[in-house]
Nanobody, 121 residues
């Protein structure tokens, strides 16, 4: 099982951007999916990754890190085993590599390769 992210790129502060993450195959063995982010250039290390948002697969409940829930919204598509992150009013400090993850009762935690989001002032 692999995760593929898309939607990263350059966005102006105050604009909007939507990240997508889809699993390579459908599965029901999911506890939750979500997004972490990390400063650019440090992607090889798990140290410093911070939770952006996660969504519980069974009931769709969402949790946001660092009070991001007011600007970011996480959603899911059960049929596609996909998760999305809608970023509204991004700020320059949101510039980071965004990593999708999936927590499975079978495979443990799986990470995507990361997608860079750059927010221009």
């Amino acid at each position: 099982l692999q995760l593929e992210e898309s939607g990263g790129g350059l966005v102006q502060a105050g604009g909007s951007l939507k990240l997508s993450c889809a699993a390579s195959e459908r599965t029901n063995e999911i506890q939750d999916m979500g997004w972490f982010r990390q400063a650019p250039g440090k992607e090889r290390s798990f140290v410093g990754r911070k939770l952006v948002a996660r969504i519980h697969w069974n009931d769709g409940s969402a949790h946001y890190g660092d009070s991001l829930g007011g600007r970011f919204t996480i959603s899911r598509d059960n049929d596609k085993t996909a998760v999305y992150l809608q970023m509204n009013n991004p700020k320059p400090e949101d510039t980071a590599v965004y990593f999708c993850y999936l927590d499975s009762t079978v495979w443990g935690r799986i990470w995507g390769q990361g997608t860079l989001v750059s927010v221009a002032a």
